[in-house]
């Protein structure tokens, strides 16, 4: 997010840059939205009130850490020789702050029961003789 800017170093603005650049800000503005609703959500529990300019700092507060995630994430995979980035990747990139970690590890683990839950159920479901009183009457006529 941060750096120069293709046309702050010289280059011509393509059509590719302005959509990048119209991405980033719906993001932004989503990010600083949603951070506006927690800090009311927040506010209105604990008769607090939290100034614009504190929902905007922590809105590029959380831009910038996010930012910071997806490069470790992203190198936490490659480390890996994957393409694809894990749970696994999630759970390092957390390691930093304990509360965090200890948040992420339940919601992983909460996730990987419900996909064994669901697996179970499919498989279930496959192994189960079929139920057909057309094939019983079929018999009984041999």
Not at 18 to 27: H, K, N, T
Not at 43 to 65: C, D, P, R, Y
Not at 79 to 95: E, I, M, Q, S, Y
Not at 110 to 136: G, I, V
Request: aromatic share 6%.
């Amino acid at each position: 997010f941060g750096g120069k800017s293709k046309m702050a170093a010289g280059y011509e603005s393509g059509p590719e840059d302005y959509e990048q650049v119209a991405y980033i800000q719906r993001l932004k503005a989503a990010v600083h939205y949603t951070v506006g609703q927690i800090c009311d959500e927040a506010g209105e529990e604990n008769g607090v009130t939290f100034s614009k300019q504190v929902i905007a700092a922590m809105s590029e507060a959380t831009m910038k850490q996010s930012g910071e995630f997806a490069v470790f994430l992203e190198l936490f995979a490659r480390h890996g020789k994957r393409t694809v980035v894990n749970a696994d990747d999630v759970k390092l990139v957390a390691a930093r702050s304990r509360p965090l970690e200890l948040h992420i590890s339940q919601m992983a683990d909460s996730l990987a029961a419900e996909r064994e839950k669901k697996k179970s159920k499919k498989t279930k479901k496959s192994t189960a003789p079929p139920n057909n009183s057309d094939a019983e009457n079929d018999d009984s006529n041999m």
